[in-house]
């Protein structure tokens, strides 16, 4: 494990752009704005969505896949997928619907102007709404699902770009910031379980839109698909978190909302565009390209 130098800050910091810098160098920035002019593809169905498979981006396809299970056919999508080492989020059909330029973004064309959504919490609370489902009626029931949803927003940074970042995709180990980030990771999941143990769903017996925001960053890091930590984080021994995540993990809507915009993994799991419900038995890659791995 290599150390860092010890760094001294300047009074004034000036990007020095790094081609080591890290696996998403390439793509980060300290200015905001598009590079490039790019319009976005629009499809037929009423909401097109411009995404990645990441964790956040199959929030909101689990999300629709989920709504279209319970017969919402309002919730049809034609969903575009969004390379962002390629810096497609950079483009300016992008930046006009989400100006942060980070997918998921959502576009809504059954509203009388064209209603734009981004962030993967908003997204999903603009759908739980429009279509009044996976999302507690009772006012205090509500709150605990909007308190929960609000925590995966402010919990999964720590997660990803602090302990995912250091631990897997940083040039150098930083024992330092490892140690810093694996405790607050380890202090999650250990909140998680600690609740999980007396709730079936983060909402008690309710399915929501907080299971959905919530599990498609845990359980990755739970069966090992994300950082390659579960051994490090002994992932094995938060036994109620394993226990949602692999129930949630069964449903017929999330198995099909995690194949949506995913460009990794087996041929049969990567459906890139998807437009129709057919897609996922006719145009998954396994299907469109025969004998590739």
């Known amino acids: 494990m290599t150390e860092a130098a010890e760094y001294t800050p300047p009074k004034v910091w000036k990007w020095e752009q790094d081609e080591n810098g890290g696996r998403f160098a390439s793509i980060n920035r300290p200015v905001s704005g598009a590079t490039h002019d790019k319009e976005l593809p ?3 169905h009423p909401l097109q969505l411009y995404s990645l498979a990441t964790p956040n981006g199959v929030k909101v396809t689990i999300m629709l896949e989920e709504l279209l299970a319970l017969g919402h056919a309002g919730a049809e999508y034609d969903a575009y997928m969004i390379d962002i080492l390629e810096g497609d989020q950079f483009g300016s059909g992008f930046v006009e619907i989400n100006p942060n330029s980070k997918i998921p973004a959502l576009l809504d064309t059954s509203t009388f102007k064209p209603t734009s959504v981004f962030e993967s919490g908003s997204i999903l609370l603009y759908l739980a709404e429009k279509f009044k489902a996976f999302i507690p009626i009772d006012p205090a029931r509500r ?3 909007l308190n929960w949803l609000f925590w995966q927003m402010g919990a999964a940074p720590y997660l990803g770009g602090g ?7 940083a040039p150098v180990k930083i024992k330092y910031c490892i140690d810093r980030f694996a405790m607050e990771v380890k202090r999650q999941l250990d909140l998680l379980d600690k609740h999980l143990a007396d709730n079936e769903y983060m909402c008690g017996d309710e399915y929501t839109i907080a299971d959905i925001a919530i599990w498609p960053w845990y359980s990755v890091v739970l069966n090992n698909e994300a950082y390659e930590a579960a051994e490090f984080l002994d992932a094995a021994s938060y036994k109620h978190l394993q226990r949602w995540a692999k129930q949630i993990g069964q449903r017929d809507a999330v198995i099909r909302g995690r194949k949506v915009n995913r460009p990794f993994g087996p041929p049969e799991d990567q459906l890139h565009e998807r437009h ?7 145009k998954t890659q396994d299907k469109l390209n025969p004998g590739a791995t």
């Open 163 to 169: 302990f995912g970042h250091f631990y897997a995709y």
């Open 42 to 44: 629009v499809g037929k």
């Open 143 to 145: 709150t605990e699902c």
């Open 276 to 282: 129709d419900a057919s897609d996922f038995e006719t």
